[in-house]
């Protein structure tokens, strides 16, 4: 436990978790817990890299060349509530919901798009973040996991998020929201991109 969430009495609030210095501040506030981000493994870290590269054509207006349609950011603080605030190692809102890019140190505006990469805090994106999400009505939560090179697409529902694609190393997939292009799952974890046939 960092120091950080040792000294703050529960429940904690925004202003708590907004106290820690800007370059000690990689910690989350999770209905009301203050709870350190789990150490970003090299893995976790070229993840991040290729699956930002990989959405990079939807972070534009659309424009006939590319699908756009989206902001698109990495490691942005988003306020949730008073009891929540996250920092999604992706994340993404579809232009057509939110005109101008969500902006500033406090975003508050309510993503479209989530993905987690797995690391030392797995239970925080698979459990508590994944209800926190849910709750807050995110449309589309993404999990990849570099240990088992495994991509998994949820998708929110009343009763709560559905799972509609697992993929792993090898496979090829066309994953919501990001339908118009075709990832390459090994890709995400460090794989060379495949040759085109005939090229």
């Not at 190393?169 to 929201?177: L, W, Y």
């Amino acid at each position: 436990m960092s120091r950080h969430a040792a000294t703050i009495a529960r429940p904690a609030t925004v202003d708590d978790l907004f106290g820690i210095p800007d370059d000690e501040r990689r910690h989350e506030l999770i209905d009301a817990a203050i709870l350190e981000k789990g150490a970003a493994s090299a893995e976790h870290g070229a993840a991040q890299r290729k699956l930002s590269a990989t959405v990079d054509p939807f972070d534009r207006r659309p424009d006939g060349r590319s699908p756009g349609g989206w902001w698109l950011a990495t490691e942005v603080e988003i306020v949730l509530d008073e009891r929540n605030v996250v920092r999604p190692d992706v994340v993404g809102w579809r232009r057509d919901r939110v005109p101008e890019r969500p902006r500033g140190a406090r975003i508050t505006t309510r993503p479209d798009w989530i993905c987690e990469i797995l690391s030392t805090n797995r239970a925080h994106d698979l459990v508590r973040k994944k209800r926190v999400y849910h709750r807050h009505e995110v449309p589309h939560y993404w999990i990849l996991d570099p240990d088992d090179a495994t991509l998994t697409v949820h998708r929110h529902a009343q009763d709560g998020y559905i799972d509609v694609l697992s993929a792993e190393r090898g496979d090829r997939v066309r994953a919501e929201p990001f339908e118009e292009i075709e990832i390459d799952v090994g890709v995400l974890f460090g794989d060379d991109e495949a040759e085109p046939v005939g090229g």
